[in-house]
Structures are given as structure tokens and as C-alpha cells.
């Protein structure tokens, strides 16, 4: 499926009115939407509570909740109505699972690399520092060259994940033509999906300044608006049991 795909280029201004897009989404059930985050919160406060396999196990089963992220803002665009339950419905589908499942071993192999690379980075920085020559930047341990390469490791995992993990649900695309897939749509979007990313590095600052709260509204709002990136860049149908929808 994935070499006849349809794969369109979206406008730069796009990189920002998709945030506007996602703020709809979430302001026709905000309550749906807040519960889910919470409950992904819990879940993932849980599992990082088992030294080393409870991370492990949160880094496989995300792709699948993000899937579940996608399933609401899906449905709350096509004016379905949505619950909780559906954040474990891609999860449940025995037939989109396992891919689902891989994707996250995928997501973890590139955290730890990123891990590495930071790691490495900051490091040189503090050597830096002890010549006194790196104290001016604001960026502190890390240095601008250090945040550069950190920032384009993130685009290789977002060009990786983002468009692949509705791909293999919405579609039941091939895990690898998924991936493949949606390196190409990151690419060919490059620009919007490059102001996408910066603003919400930005909003993701400010939603940190009061106890973390602020993600309750922006994690919803920027799935929203990933959801809203894939049916543009990755138009046509979905399959027909994904689109029936639980209603709760």
C-alpha cells in the first residue's frame, strides 16, 4: 500500500494554524480529553514506579495510546461521540497490536540513542564551561550547537513516528511502508512540520510554569493538531472497523 500512497505538501502557514485545528478538537469535549491525559499520566507514573522494566514497558505501549490520542481527535472531528475507552482501543485490536507494539521498541531504541547523544553533548559543554568561555550562553550545559543536534535527533524520531503510528492504525499499513512513509510526508513537509515543532517547544515551556498543569490543555490540543497534519498529508479512507466507534 505504501508505494501508491498519496502524499500531499501542506502550506507553511500550516505549521501554525494546525494548532488551531487541535484547539477545536479539544474544545468540543474538553472533559473526554483532560480525563485521558490524566489517566496516560497515571499509568505512566505506574509503570516508571518498576525499576528499569516498568520505562521499558511504557515506552512499547505508547505508540498504542498515542493511537488512542489520534482515535478521539478522529472522531471528535468526524462529530462521533467519544469516551475514555477509546484510548485502549488500539491497544485491544488484535489486529493492529503487535505493529503498534514494534513501534514502540522502535521509539525506545531511538530515546536511548538520544539519551547518548545528550549525554555526550552536555558533557562537552561542562568542559566548555571550566575554560570560562561558555558561562555567557543562556543555554547552559548544553551549548547552541548541542540543542541543534538534539533538535534535528527529535525530527529523525518525529519523521520515524508521528505519521506511522496512524498509518499502521487508521490504514493497517505494513509497519515498514509506515515508517517509510512517514519519513517521506515529514520531509516533504518539512517546513510547517520544522514551525509546528518550534511552537511547541515553546507552549510546552509555558504549560511546565504551573506544576506541569498546562499540558491538560496542550497535550490534547497538539494531538489534535497531529491528527489534523496526518488526514492532510496523508489523505483518503480508513478502514471500516476503525471507524465504528465505542460510545461510552
Do not use: C
Not at 547518548?116 to 559543554?125: E, N, T
Not at 570560562?132 to 551549548?143: D, K, Q, T
Not at 533538535?151 to 511502508?177: C, N, T, W
Amino acid at each position: 500500500m505504501g508505494a501508491t500512497m498519496d502524499i500531499r505538501s501542506i502550506e507553511l502557514n500550516r505549521g501554525w494554524g494546525l494548532f488551531g485545528h487541535g484547539w477545536k478538537n479539544f474544545t468540543a469535549d474538553p472533559l473526554t480529553w483532560v480525563l485521558v491525559v490524566v489517566i496516560f499520566f497515571l499509568i505512566s507514573l505506574v509503570l516508571n514506579l518498576i525499576p528499569l522494566l516498568g520505562g521499558v514497558l511504557m515506552a512499547i505501549i505508547t505508540p498504542a495510546l498515542m493511537a488512542g490520542f489520534l482515535k478521539i481527535a478522529h472522531d471528535i472531528d468526524q462529530g462521533h461521540k467519544v469516551g475514555v475507552s477509546h484510548l485502549f482501543q488500539p491497544i485491544q485490536d488484535q489486529k493492529r497490536r503487535v505493529p503498534l507494539l514494534l513501534l514502540g521498541l522502535v521509539a525506545l531504541l531511538a530515546t536511548v540513542l538520544m539519551a547518548v547523544v545528550m549525554a555526550v553533548f552536555i558533557g562537552g559543554a561542562v568542559q566548555i564551561g571550566a575554560t570560562g568561555e561558555s558561562v555567557r550562553f543562556p543555554l547552559a550545559g548544553v551549548g547552541f550547537f548541542g540543542m541543534f543536534v538534539i533538535f534535528m535527533m527529535y525530527l529523525v524520531v518525529f519523521a520515524i513516528l508521528a505519521f506511522s503510528i496512524p498509518l499502521v492504525y487508521f490504514r493497517d499499513e505494513e509497519l515498514g511502508d509506515a515508517i517509510v512513509a512517514s519519513i517521506k510526508g515529514t520531509l516533504t513537509n518539512l517546513g510547517p512540520l520544522v514551525i509546528f515543532s518550534l511552537i511547541y517547544f515553546a507552549l510546552a515551556f509555558l504549560a511546565m510554569l504551573p506544576f506541569g498543569l498546562g499540558f491538560l490543555v496542550l497535550a490534547p490540543v497538539v494531538f489534535a493538531a497531529l491528527y489534523g497534519a496526518y488526514s492532510e498529508i496523508f489523505p483518503g479512507s480508513l478502514e471500516p472497523e476503525v471507524l465504528e466507534a465505542e460510545e461510552v
